[in-house]
């Protein structure tokens, strides 16, 4: 198998030149100072608990691993700015498949506008992708403890697909709309910088809508309640998992957002010129944890959440 | 087993609160503005290729993880600033292990001033830590491109004994100089900052002596001799490996410098002064390459570097 620096070479190949004063290849990537503050985050895709390599082509896998990186800029409302990326490669992986991770990566970080500005290789018995991404606020950033008593409660996009795209691919289903959203999240980048000048706070939803509530609610010391009814979901997801489904989630990389009542129309309006898909699914109140009413307005069963490691 | 909620209270809590806008818990951190250019790397430790559970502790593993980083850090000449890190558990991994780990990467941390400003973790087959660390630069960064022809080559410390701390460790021993020199990796962070006023290039030695110099040579368009019998080694390296050994090295995280010989004497005084011992090896000239010569003036067969792939 070819050595490491053959790796780099073949990975780097795929990207554009960074612009920054030191690029990959030095022990580390020098940066000039970022005007606004910084926003960084880091998360893996791991073989056999985010993606495997029956179900996902390599270049998916690349894109999944930097989308679900960016999914958590935008909810800060920032601007991708630089990544590095580690590899974790078993020893027999073929290089034709390095250069597809590249490629999937390489187009998702030329529509974002993100440099990659250095990264590791490692062997390893699993494939994984760990990144770290940063992005450029010019805004105070979107938090999670930042929403109050009385804001309306936004989704983007549609919840359960890729969910619903996970047990799509564990049938052997290897095409469709939801097989698609598992494998190519879309981070909602612009609607999170469009966001930051409405909302009060935002998180993506990568644990299931039911589990990241949780998280606002705790973080902002608020009471949320949200009608089952308006769960934005696609036919195929209310046909085939229902609300319940589309509550429990998982890897959704929406984004979900609170905003002060006073500026939801707004917000509305915003959305809808720049072609952001949002649906008000509820409000906060004083008090903690949060409740689903149903149609009659009774609290249904709250459905676990996503977590890699139950 | 616990869930992944718990297990981040239990990592964080080995570590102050990091002095930063936004610190973990949020989708992302958030830092000030640097007010130099930053240095960001990222560098990861697998199970069974960077360490084994049986010959390190979990505490061992966390030091070699940021240790690691840090030393490319170091490699600039910068001052470290900030640090994410990825963990990848096993699904049966003892949650007093994980505390472990925080333990031994927190001592460091707190050493060197380096806050720990978010993470993830994600379950896996093999246990692996992968981080990326930024430091900051008040001078220009210490490249591997910047040796000019007539320049002097040092390096710190002493070579080898981390390949022989591994050597011991697959011989069953458990103990020893260079067993803590293999699991507990010295990130040479103050030696930069004070090389960055004399040195015109360096690098952390991480893939042996022989092979990081190959690295120096070609960025920097020189050729490299190096003597032999300079090299600096401790006893039991020169007694159990000899100077091959020391030059194919692996994972010593050494500094190789490249400094003009007009500051050679400053920059030795400066060391001195410091308590960094560093050793003068060799001079760079014009050509490519790189050339040793033993005791007589005879070039020595080169030995190849430390690569993970092969």
Not at 127 to 134: D, E, F, N, R, Y
Not at 226 to 253: F, H, I, N
């Amino acid at each position: 198998m070819p050595g490491e620096f053959d790796f780099i070479r073949r990975f780097l190949h795929h990207f554009p030149k960074a612009r920054v004063p030191v690029g990959p290849g030095d022990d580390c990537a020098v940066l000039a100072p970022s005007r606004g503050a910084l926003c960084v985050t880091t998360d893996a895709v791991v073989e056999d608990v985010h993606f495997t390599r029956a179900g996902f082509s390599p270049a998916d896998i690349g894109h999944k691993a930097l989308a679900v990186n960016l999914s958590d800029v935008a909810a800060m409302g920032a601007t991708p700015r630089w990544f590095v990326c580690a590899l974790a490669l078993p020893r027999d992986f073929p290089a034709a498949h390095l250069s597809g991770i590249a490629r999937g990566m390489a187009a998702l970080a030329r529509e974002h506008r993100v440099d990659l500005v250095g990264g590791n290789f490692t062997s390893a018995r699993e494939l994984s992708v760990t990144i770290t991404a940063t992005g450029e606020l010019s805004r105070p950033p979107l938090t999670r403890s930042g929403a109050r008593p009385g804001d309306w409660l936004y989704v983007s996009g549609t919840l359960g697909d890729a969910r619903l795209g996970l047990a799509h691919l564990k049938a052997g289903l290897k095409r469709g709309a939801a097989v698609r959203r598992q494998r190519r999240p879309v981070p909602r980048v612009a609607l999170g910088q469009l966001a930051s000048r409405f909302a009060s706070a935002a998180l993506d939803v990568s644990d299931g809508l039911a589990q990241d509530l949780g998280h606002l609610c705790t973080a902002s010391g608020v009471r949320a309640v949200v009608e089952l009814a308006r769960l934005p979901m696609s036919a195929a997801v209310r046909r085939e998992l229902g609300p319940e489904g589309a509550l429990a989630g998982g890897e959704d990389y929406e984004l979900l957002l609170a905003v002060a009542p006073g500026r939801g129309r707004a917000f509305e309006r915003a959305c809808a010129r720049g072609g952001h898909v949002v649906t008000r699914v509820g409000v906060l109140s004083e008090g903690a944890g949060w409740v689903i009413h149903d149609e009659a307005g009774r609290a249904v069963r709250r459905p676990g959440g996503f977590d890699h490691f139950r």
